[in-house]
């Protein structure tokens, strides 16, 4: 079996992934933006950068917890292997 045009379509797929994920993180610098973390946390702040590691800057930051309360956070970097879903803002 050749498996070299199942493995090559698969590395395509995989560098439109993260084409299509760097522009929507790039859209939506200076926007508010919810991330959402290994083991649950979730974080709502203002983009104000990232890498190529999806390592994130966010400005004005909140971590949202339980009942609808939310622990300021400032200025904070979030490492991008803990990163498991970032939700841009809607389109207006």
């Known amino acids: 079996m050749d498996f070299s045009n199942k493995n090559q379509n698969a590395g395509a797929r995989k560098i439109m992934s993260q084409d299509m994920a760097v522009r929507v993180l790039d859209e939506s610098v200076g926007k508010v933006v919810l991330i959402k973390l290994k083991g649950g946390k979730i974080i709502r702040g203002t983009l104000q950068g990232f890498d190529q590691h999806m390592n994130l800057l966010l400005e004005s930051s909140e971590e949202i917890l339980e009942e609808g309360k939310k622990t300021s956070l ?10 498991v879903i970032i939700s841009p803002p809607p389109d207006n």
């Open 74 to 83: 400032g200025t904070i970097v979030v490492r991008g292997d803990n990163v």
